[in-house]
């Protein structure tokens, strides 16, 4: 199972694998507060794609797209994902972003499930 959450909402027991998602680590986050099991910078959007996006929803289509292309390169942490997600039972993946319906966790659960 693969849940999506805010980095900033309480961590719970059904979260149970907590992988941040994220490129930067979210403001004002304390790493103990965070109670992430993993932080996975790689599986971020790039730098390019994340400053182009500028979490402008007009540009969503286009970002979903771009990213979903950033994906395919990355195989390897897709296929890492899915590990955690056969080992702990459910895989949460963690986003900063105050968008809750516009941001790349969205996306990439999609793929997750989409490739399994």
């Known amino acids: 199972m693969i849940r999506i959450k805010r980095v900033y909402d309480r961590a719970s027991k059904e979260d149970c694998w907590r992988v941040l998602v994220d490129r930067l680590w979210p403001r004002g986050m304390k790493k103990e507060a965070a ?31 771009n990213y979903r292309t950033e994906l395919k390169k990355k195989k390897h942490l897709l296929k890492e994902l899915r590990s955690m997600e056969k080992e702990h039972g459910t895989l ?8 809750e319906a516009h941001n790349q966790a969205l996306v990439l659960a999609e793929v997750l499930k989409q490739t399994e």
């Open 35 to 65: 109670k992430i099991d993993l932080w996975m910078k790689d599986i971020a959007p790039s730098d390019a794609l994340r400053k182009s996006y500028g979490h402008d929803v007009k540009k969503w289509p286009s970002f979903q797209m």
């Open 92 to 99: 949460t993946l963690l986003f900063g972003a105050k968008d």
